[in-house]
């Protein structure tokens, strides 16, 4: 992408009703743009980053041995009806009526939806074990959307759903989710700490809740710190394997919501020097719900005994949107955005010192096409904006690396390298330029 003809609208001022730093650098940097309280159209920068995080997790559920598929935004209500939830949910929930009077919703969660699907298909313990998942925008009217896409009301999520014949296949199910979260925060350059969640009437130990430690978090989160520290299980896990010794690890240590958080446990549990009391961003949940919506809506199985049961279910979200806001808390400094190289909307930023200069633009043009080859999506400034500028708005945008051009270096046969996470700066050859970042 050259600069000139991509659409990067980068703010000067920094806005002043954005509270947290996220926010204010994903306004700053063009990436997201407020047409509604909690709604935003993604421009071309931030829908890059959105949708590299949307393809890591995608492929961390396949991994895991989800299946996707896609559900629509609007729902009918009388599918709430029969779960019960229709009156329940309250205020939060986006009421619809067409044009014939028949009640829509728009989709906050999919239980409802995923469960009528499964029963219309599903009838034998032969259809078992069974995830299904999708990507697709939400609707909860927030009473206080905030925080840009971290509290929205129109906000993408991934939501799973999982089908199995009793409580012990679920808790595999749940396994395989468990461990899937870990290694998709991974990848997305984030420490994730699975907390105890509350799992509300049904009861159990079958909720967690996964938290970036952050400052601006909404929940406060208690945990053993070595919880922080441990890495991902990686991605050769083999999912058909048993995965309870990989979750155990995680579970056996201390850390818990608010809601969830016994302090007395918590001294007992944790030596001193690693309880951390924090905030926290929820960006994943997981939750074993057995019976709850399979049984009113009845969605049975036949067992091998030839006797129908309601199929047991989980289901397992992450804050796709979310999460942008979440990776920007977690890595930027004062000049803007510092991306994980996973999820960074370019692979290398080229500034071109000089545009009009015969020899600059030709060592530019070069290694643009070296990149493109080299599937590193290059972007290339180049604009006649100062160079000052071209460096604040590279820092700003985040991309990892840059390739700073211009006549003076060229003249020696240099260019320069910067690597945004540390702003070290080496000046090498473009052979070696390219050489290190292909
Ligand atoms: P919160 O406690 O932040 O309100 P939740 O517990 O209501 O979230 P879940 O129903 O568990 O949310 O949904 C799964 C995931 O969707 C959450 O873990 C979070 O990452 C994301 N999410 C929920 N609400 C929002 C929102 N308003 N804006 C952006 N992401 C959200
Ligand atoms: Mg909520
Ligand atoms: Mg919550
Ligand atoms: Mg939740």
Known sequence: MRLSRFFLPVLKETPADAQIVSHRLMLRAGMIRQEAAGIYSWLPLGFRVLKKIEQIVREEQDRAGAIELLMPTLQPADLWRESGRYEDYGKEMLRIVDRHERDLLYGPTNEEMITAIFRSYCRSYKDLPKILYHI???????????????????????????????????RRAYNR???????????LGLKAVPMRADTGPIGGDLSHEFIILAETGESEVFCDSALVDMGAPGLDVDFDGDLQPLVDARTSLYAATEEMHEAERFAAEVPEERRLSARGIEVGHIFYFGTKYSAPLGANVTHPDGKDRPVHMGSYGVGVSRLLGAIIEAHHDEAGCIWPESVAPFGVGIINLKPGDADTDAACQSAYDALVKAGKDPLLDDTHERPGGKFATMDLIGVPWQLITGPRGLKEGKVEIKRRATGERFEVSLESALSQLT
């Open 177 to 187: 989710m468990f461990v899937a979260y870990l290694n998709t925060f991974d990848r």
């Open 136 to 170: 697709q925008w939400k609707f909860r009217d927030e009473i206080r959307p905030r925080f840009g896409v971290m509290r929205g009301r129109e906000f993408l999520m991934k939501d799973s759903y999982s089908f199995d014949l009793d409580e012990a296949s679920a």
